[in-house]
């Protein structure tokens, strides 16, 4: 197996000579693992085009608005034929004790979870979890909340939605993101669609236009003045600034 490891500015970081090689072993059929944000690199030599994937969230909205076509999951790591993608970080040691357990014996990789002290490895039909509730506190009500807020990105969805969805009124909505984040629910979730308008501008050569529209805002003067308000700078200027 060619395990693939790339970086957070993978979109600028093709190799030839890594081309080269990657495409001799998928002509002789070796596994190639890609992990992390290695996926993006997959999917510009047209490797994925048949095939289900997952990379990081940090990276997903960047990479489903630039090869729209993709099977793009929320999975730790999919395996497809011969081709393996993963989330990175962690996820990339479940890879592998998924892999140590195929081929050697669940026994093998109990030892070597005891051995890193790890204790147990996910399944590939694990999600990824942008929010960490054991890390943030953020859990019950409040996380299914945030949960929609994401979903929604591109067509954001008003309060009184969300509360229906959630089974919970406006009002105790409110007090649990004050109490919570010291933050209005709409507030928070304009925060949400401005950070992915910004990784976007970072990680993607989209028009300004196309990215304001990915992430709910109506007209480019809208997306420009929001961000503005909240980063100091408009979009604009922040992609040449990088």
Request: glycine fraction near 6%; hydrophobic fraction near 40%; aromatic fraction near 8%.
């Amino acid at each position: 197996m060619v395990v693939v490891c790339a970086g957070d500015t993978i979109e600028r970081q093709t190799s030839t000579d890594l081309r080269r090689i990657i495409r001799l072993c998928v002509r002789q059929g070796v596994p190639i693992a890609a992990l992390g944000t290695a996926t993006w690199f997959l999917a510009e030599m047209g490797l994925l085009e048949n095939a289900a994937c997952t990379i990081h969230w940090d990276k997903k909205a960047a990479l489903i608005e630039t090869f729209a076509h993709l099977k793009v999951t929320d999975r730790l790591f999919v395996r497809d034929a011969n081709l393996a993608t993963c989330a990175g970080e962690f996820a990339s040691f479940d890879l592998v004790m998924e892999l140590i357990s195929e081929h050697l014996g669940k026994e093998h990789a109990l030892a070597v979870c005891r051995y890193t002290t790890a204790g147990r490895w996910r399944s590939a039909s694990d999600d990824q979890r942008s929010i960490n509730t054991s890390e943030t506190g953020i859990s019950g009500p409040l996380a299914e909340v945030i949960q929609i807020m994401e979903e929604h990105i591109e067509d954001p969805l008003p309060l009184h939605d969300i509360s229906r969805c959630v089974g919970r009124s406006k009002r105790q909505i409110e007090r649990l993101f004050q109490s919570s984040v010291s933050s209005s629910p709409m507030r928070y979730y304009m925060n949400l669609r401005l950070a992915r308008a910004k990784r976007l501008i970072e990680q993607t050569q989209l028009p300004i236009v196309e990215i304001g529209i990915a992430c709910g805002f109506a007209s480019a003067s809208h997306f420009s003045k929001c961000f503005r308000q909240t980063f100091g700078i408009n979009p604009s200027a922040w992609r040449t600034s990088r």
